[in-house]
């Protein structure tokens, strides 16, 4: 799979970098052609690979689950409507559990962020060349080359994805704390917690502290382990370059990665999910 | 694995999924869920009532069949003894029956022997007279004698 002339080094940077859309140092707009190039468009750069397939993912779980919601029958359900009801069973019993407010909100944002995390983790069990394959004959075909085609189609190991994800969830947890709590109470619970008024700056600081990880720690968790699952599926695809008994060891290898990766997954989006539930319940009560 | 707009990017799709979720997903799917339980939950209740009414009509129809069986018996008991006063009563009647007959029998059995006793009385009278004409023929006078053969007749 690393081609010809290609380094096993060139083959993980170039299935690490995000296909990045943004504005060149001199002033034009287009597709990064590599990595430093990519690097210099700053800020007001975008991944349309993980952007896209994050949008593409959300929309189909949106619509599956739209197409169950808009009728759904209250008699015996059918397969779809089987799951479907399955899932938001189990998000509805999740919440109940650990989120004790009254809020409309948190039940519909548990299920989103566990469909959405699991879906765009999901794509880490595709075998890592396939769709950048397909993107590069892609890309080549509209007269670019092949090589600077960058394609990753993992959203959740591109720290922005888990950070915008986390980002939205910090938000509402800030949103929610002013809003039962009123600013005061708020500001209240960062300054004179744990040790009182006497010791409110360094009350200032644990709490302030302990604000920030959440948000950090929750996008850091899902990206960390995301981006390490991948990165060994990279590895072990490079073995596929290495003759045919390594490459049926790193066959055998890819198998059992990703049936434990199966785990992995479906853990991952489950903590996301649980910890936004308890960082909103956290949100909605006074500690 | 730059931090750049995508970030942005992320963030405003991550709020916009939630509320389509929030507003076409979630609210119907729960009603349907809620009502699913109604349903089930008064199905449940429904049978335990059905069942429980079950048992109370076999308590009933125990009681009714044990009552039939009652009255069966003493139907029966009731048919026995009129049929062995039936056949008593039968037999009865045809003892008094068989009673008159017998008598009746028995007076027509006389009256005919009476009658044959008259008659033969009659027979043996005229014959006897015929007789005694024979012989006494020319010196007897019938109209004198006669007395003399009624006295004998009585005395036959």
Do not use: C
Request: proline fraction near 3%; avoid cysteine.
């Amino acid at each position: 799979m690393s081609g010809d002339g290609i380094t096993s080094g060139d083959y993980i940077k170039h299935h690490l970098q995000n296909m990045t859309y943004g504005q060149h140092p001199d002033g034009s707009w287009g597709f990064a052609q590599s990595p430093e190039a990519a690097k210099e468009m700053g800020f007001w750069a975008f991944h349309v690979d993980s952007l896209g397939w994050s949008l593409a993912l959300a929309a189909v779980f949106f619509f599956i689950f739209r197409k169950v919601a808009k009728n759904p029958t209250t008699g015996v359900p059918g397969g779809l409507q089987n799951f479907v009801e399955m899932m938001v069973e189990f998000v509805n019993s999740s919440v109940r559990g650990s989120f004790s407010g009254r809020n409309d909100i948190v039940a519909p944002l548990a299920l989103t962020v566990f469909a959405w995390v699991f879906l765009m983790n999901f794509m880490d069990l595709i075998p890592v060349d396939w769709l950048p394959m397909i993107a590069q004959q892609i890309g080549a075909a509209f007269g670019a080359d092949p090589h600077h085609v960058y394609f990753k189609v993992v959203p959740s190991t591109d720290p922005n994805i888990t950070f915008g994800m986390a980002l939205g969830v910090f938000w509402l947890m800030l949103y929610y704390s002013i809003k039962i709590k009123g600013l005061g109470g708020f500001l209240g619970e960062l300054a004179f917690q744990p040790f009182g008024k006497v010791g409110t700056p360094v009350n200032l600081v644990l709490e302030g502290v302990s604000l920030i990880s959440k948000p950090v720690s929750l996008a850091l968790r899902l990206f960390g382990n995301m981006y390490a699952g991948e990165t060994i599926f990279i590895l072990i695809a490079l073995m596929y370059g290495g003759g045919l008994a390594i490459g049926a060891f790193g066959g055998l290898l890819q198998l059992g990665w990703a049936i434990f990766h199966i785990l992995i997954i479906t853990l991952q989006a489950f903590i996301f999910m649980t910890l936004t539930i308890v960082y909103l319940d956290m949100a909605h009560t006074d500690h | 694995m730059n931090i750049n707009a995508t970030l942005i990017g992320q963030s405003i799709a991550f709020f916009l999924f939630v509320w389509f979720v929030m507003k076409y997903v979630w609210p119907p799917l729960i009603a349907a869920l809620d009502e699913r339980k109604a349903t089930i939950a008064d199905g449940l209740a429904a049978a335990e009532k059905g069942q429980h009414e079950q048992e109370l009509a076999e308590k009933a129809a125990e009681k009714h069949i044990k009552k039939a069986k009652l009255q069966a018996s003493e139907i029966v008991t009731q048919a026995q003894k009129r049929a062995s006063e039936i056949v008593e009563e039968a037999k009865e009647g045809a003892r008094e029956e068989v009673d008159g007959i017998k008598k009746t029998a028995a007076a027509e059995i006389d009256q005919e022997v009476n009658r044959a006793k008259e008659h033969l009385r009659q027979q043996i009278a005229s014959i006897t007279i015929a007789g005694a004409e024979k012989v006494l023929k020319r010196e007897i006078d019938e109209s004198a004698h006669s007395d003399i053969v009624d006295d004998l007749i009585t005395q036959i």
